[in-house]
């Protein structure tokens, strides 16, 4: 089993849409997550950090859940510039070699 | 303000060839950081640093080396490229607090290994 897991996709829902994906990971002992968000081509930026009590950015809602070991990632009233692959990031210590990158989800946005 | 840059954007190389990959910083972080990108696998550690003057291993050195003689500045080389090395390199850094603190990545460098 991967150590972080995310749904390749490609979503693609209608500009407007609601659009939820989940990020799985294998290490109990993760302490901290993140999403990042990459366009095409481009490099990864960060999104948000995911917090044990859930956040919440505008039209963002990141969700952490400890007993099944997912993170998700919730983008209401999606628009056109919504179009990039997000990555799940989790880090299980104080080590850079204990970040682990997903492959990433592409979401696709259609008018 | 720069944030992360990396030369160069793109480059081709043939088998056996050389080549160092020069990633810059501005932004006085104490981490820095080596990846690549492939289809399908995501980002994958390839070395980082803590500080001027010390490197480790990630979860891909093999071919690779590095240096950190500055602070703001993180090499990669590699010394004889083969084919598995055509990918997307991203730098990154960070403050110290690596596991609370946003990692900045420069605009990558495309590699093709004939």
New interface residues.
């Given amino acids: 089993r991967k150590e972080?897991e995310q749904d390749?996709g490609p979503f693609n829902v209608p500009e407007g849409a609601t659009v939820a994906f989940n990020c799985t990971y294998s290490n109990s002992a993760s302490?901290?997550f993140?999403w990042y968000r990459q366009d095409c081509?481009?490099?990864?930026?960060?999104l948000m950090s995911v917090y044990s009590s859930g956040n919440e950015d505008g039209r963002f809602t990141a969700q952490l859940n400890r007993a099944s070991q997912y993170i998700s990632l919730l983008i209401r009233d999606s628009k056109l510039s919504d179009s990039a692959t997000y990555?799940c990031v989790v880090?299980w210590?104080?080590?850079?070699?204990?970040?682990i990158?997903?492959?990433?989800t592409r979401l696709s946005i259609r008018p | 303000n720069a944030g992360v840059t990396q030369t160069p954007k793109f480059r081709v190389l043939k088998t056996g060839q050389s080549m160092t990959l020069l990633c810059a910083q501005d932004m006085n972080h104490e981490?820095m950081?080596w990846?690549r990108q492939d289809p399908?696998?995501?980002?994958?550690?390839i070395h980082?640093s803590?500080g001027e003057g010390t490197t480790?291993?990630?979860?891909v050195p093999d071919g690779y080396n590095v240096s950190r003689l500055k602070k703001q500045n993180f090499l990669l080389g590699l010394e004889s490229a083969a084919p598995s090395q055509t990918s997307v390199y991203?730098c990154a850094s960070s403050g110290y607090?690596?596991?609370?603190e946003?990692?900045y990545?420069?605009?990558?460098t495309r590699l093709l290994v004939l």
Avoid at chain 1, 41 to 46: C, I, Y
Avoid at chain 1, 101 to 104: A, L, V
């Fill in positions: 972080v390749p302490q901290s993140f081509r481009k490099e990864p930026k960060l990555l880090n210590g104080s080590s850079a070699s204990k970040i990158f997903g492959s990433g | 981490y950081y990846y399908g696998m995501g980002l994958r550690l980082y803590v480790a291993k990630g979860e991203f607090r690596v596991d609370q946003t990692q990545f420069g605009p990558g």
